[in-house]
C-alpha cells in the first residue's frame, strides 16, 4: 500500500531517498533551481497518472433504462513509454547547477526512469564565512529498482440511468491511510445517448453518445524522515483534477459487443513540498525554509479508443485499450441490472 500511494501522490521523497541529501544542497543553491528540477522530474508521472484515471468511464454507447444500474470493479494503467522516462535538463536555465561531466544539456532520468550510468552534477552556493563553495552531487534516480513500464489506477464505480437517453455514473477509491500518507478520489460523470432521440432508434445496429465526466485526487505523504534534511511536518500534498469529454459508439448484441470512441482529457496536477527543512549553507550557517515551493503539470490530449464488452446475465466483464500521449488499458468486472 505504501509503494501504492507513493505513486499515485507522486512523492518528491523518491528523489531524496535516492540521495539522500540532494535536496538539502538544491535548495540551499536557490529554491528555482530545486523547483524547476522538481517540475520537470515529477511531469511525466502526474501526466501518466491523469490519463491512467480516465479509462473505463464506459463499456457501451447504450446507456441504461430508468432504474437499470450497473456495479463495476475497475483497474487500469497508463504505459509508459521511452521518452516519459527523461526530460531535458539544459543547465543554461539554472542558476547554480553545472554536469560534471559532457555537454551542458542532457537527458536525465525522471520520477519514472533510471540514470545508468549515474549523472552528477556540480552545485555552486554562497557560504556567509567561506564565500562561493561548491559541491558535487548525483541526481535522484527514478521511482523503484527499474524503469517503471505502468502507471495503475484502480476503482469502484457505479452507473444508473436516470432517464430516458441520460445515465449518471460516479467512483471513488474509499481514503486510504498509512503511517505515511493517506489517498483518496472521486469522480462523476454524465452519458447522454444520442440514438435514443432518434425516430428509427430500434432500427439501427449502433448506439451513438456522448459522456462528460470529472475526477478528483487527494493525496499526501510526509517525507519527514526520508528527506534527509532536519526539519518539521515536511509533506508532500497533491491535488489532481481532470475533465474528459468522450464520444462514443457501440454494437446492440445481446451477449458480445464491441465499442469505441474519440475523446480529449484536459486535467491538472498539482503538488505542494510543505513543510520546514532547515538547509545548511556549508558548515557554520543554517536557514529555515518553509513550504519550499509548488510544482504542476497539465494535460490536454486527444484519445482513441478501442474495447469489447461481454453480457452474461448480470455479469458483465469489459476490456478497452486507449491510444494517447499515454496509451492506457483497462479491464472491469461488471454486475448490473437492465
Known amino acids: 500500500m505504501k509503494k501504492i500511494i507513493l505513486l499515485l501522490t507522486l512523492c518528491f521523497s523518491a528523489s531524496v531517498s535516492n540521495a539522500q541529501n540532494d535536496l538539502d544542497v538544491l535548495l540551499a543553491a536557490g529554491i528555482d533551481d530545486a523547483k524547476r528540477f522538481a517540475n520537470d522530474y515529477l511531469a511525466p508521472g502526474t501526466n501518466g497518472l491523469m490519463h491512467s484515471m480516465n479509462a473505463n468511464w464506459f463499456n457501451s454507447a447504450k446507456v441504461k433504462p430508468l432504474g437499470g444500474f450497473e456495479i463495476s470493479v475497475v483497474a487500469n494503467a497508463a504505459v509508459v513509454k521511452d521518452e516519459h522516462k527523461v526530460f ?100 462523476a460523470g454524465l452519458q447522454f445517448e444520442i440514438t435514443e432521440w432518434l425516430p428509427a ?5 449502433i448506439a451513438l453518445s456522448g459522456l462528460v465526466a470529472y475526477n478528483h485526487l487527494d493525496g499526501t505523504y510526509d517525507i519527514t524522515e526520508s528527506s534527509g534534511i532536519e526539519g518539521e511536518n515536511q509533506r508532500l500534498e497533491n491535488n489532481t483534477n481532470t475533465w474528459l469529454f468522450q464520444l462514443i459508439a457501440s454494437t446492440k448484441f445481446k451477449i458480445i459487443n464491441f465499442y469505441g470512441g474519440v475523446g480529449y482529457i484536459k486535467g491538472t496536477s498539482e503538488s505542494d513540498i510543505l513543510g520546514d527543512y532547515r538547509v545548511t549553507d556549508g558548515f557554520l550557517t543554517t536557514e529555515t525554509i518553509k513550504d519550499p515551493f509548488s510544482v504542476s503539470s497539465e494535460v490536454s490530449a486527444v484519445r482513441g479508443t478501442v474495447g469489447t464488452k461481454l453480457k452474461l446475465g ?25
Open 201 to 205: 432508434n430500434n432500427l439501427l445496429p
Open 314 to 338: 448480470f455479469f458483465r466483464l469489459n476490456a478497452e485499450y486507449h491510444l494517447s500521449e499515454f496509451n492506457a488499458f483497462s479491464l472491469g468486472v461488471n454486475f448490473g441490472f437492465r
Open 88 to 187: 531535458n535538463l539544459n543547465a543554461a536555465d539554472y542558476n547554480n547547477v553545472q554536469f560534471s561531466q559532457g555537454p551542458s544539456s542532457q537527458n536525465v532520468a525522471s520520477f519514472l526512469g533510471q540514470n545508468d550510468p549515474d549523472i552528477y552534477v556540480e552545485v555552486v552556493y554562497d557560504d556567509l564565512i567561506f564565500g562561493e563553495q561548491t559541491t558535487e552531487i548525483e541526481l535522484p534516480q527514478g521511482i523503484g529498482e527499474h524503469n517503471q513500464s505502468l502507471l495503475p489506477s484502480a476503482f469502484i464505480q457505479g452507473a444508473l440511468g436516470i432517464s430516458s437517453g441520460l445515465e449518471l455514473k460516479a467512483r471513488f477509491v474509499p481514503n486510504i491511510d498509512t503511517d505515511q500518507g493517506s489517498l483518496s478520489m472521486y469522480g
